[in-house]
């Protein structure tokens, strides 16, 4: 692109990173698409909205470049999994949704950093970064959110996270701590029935095989929950069957068909965990 192009395009670009704050959110809409349809021409502007003063700017053009995914992104997106402020939600959390977009793997000793954050929107994005990157390193990391007994009804999306991410790693050693959250009866009711079903979907996923459909409706849900609860059960010799250890090979067994699809669709990649229909207005 000749020069006065160049210098047309920067212009254009930033007459439109100055709309998306507009007030108007139809404006501010509108804006968004029309950086999305210029894509990688528009990145170098995005790079440098990313460290514009404006936390609102820097958190919007984050989420741009995830959506651009040009890679040239990833040294100004893995600085902003340390800035703190806030648009809603961090801008280090819009990061790091970003840089799961991207792929680039040399981020994650980032994102797992990032696991350890007091931030729970950057937890939630960096552990469904680290699934979606298939970051084996991260399992132990995971694991331990799963765990984690601050999560809450305000923290539940964090544990369903990390479920999924456990799940597409297919950790047979994440058996037990999937599995025993479908018998926790501590979690509050709004997060029982939500971190349950990524649980199970995780463990679907693990063993490559399913215990009803966890994607039908509420009924067929709670049945599908209660087949995997049955089925633990039985394995760990609650129900005079062999021992936790089995399962644990029978994971392995799944982990080495791979190649095999499962026997229900997973969530798309960049989809965030569904809200089970019975959930929305508890």
Partial sequence: MAPKGEALLAEDVGKLLEKLMAVQSMESFDAREELLEIGRPAVDGLLKAAKDTRPEMRHLACDLLGEIRDPKAVPVLAEALGDKDEFGTSVASAAARAL??????????????????????????????????????????LRKLLKDAAETSHHRLVRCAAAEALGRLRDGEALEDLAALLSDETMERRTERRVKLYAALALERIM???????????????????????????RTGKADEPKAADAKSDAKAGEAKTEEKPSAAPPPADAKPETPKSDEKK
């Fill in 100 to 141: 799961g977009r991207l792929g680039d793997r040399g981020v994650i000793p980032s994102l797992l950093k990032a696991l350890e954050s007091p931030d729970r929107d950057l937890r939630y994005e960096a552990a469904r970064a680290l699934g979606i990157l298939r970051a084996d390193e991260a399992k132990a990391g």
């Fill in 208 to 234: 490559q095989k399913g215990q009803g459909n966890l994607r039908g409706s509420d009924k067929e849900r709670d049945e599908a929950l209660k087949a995997w609860s049955d089925w633990w059960k039985k």
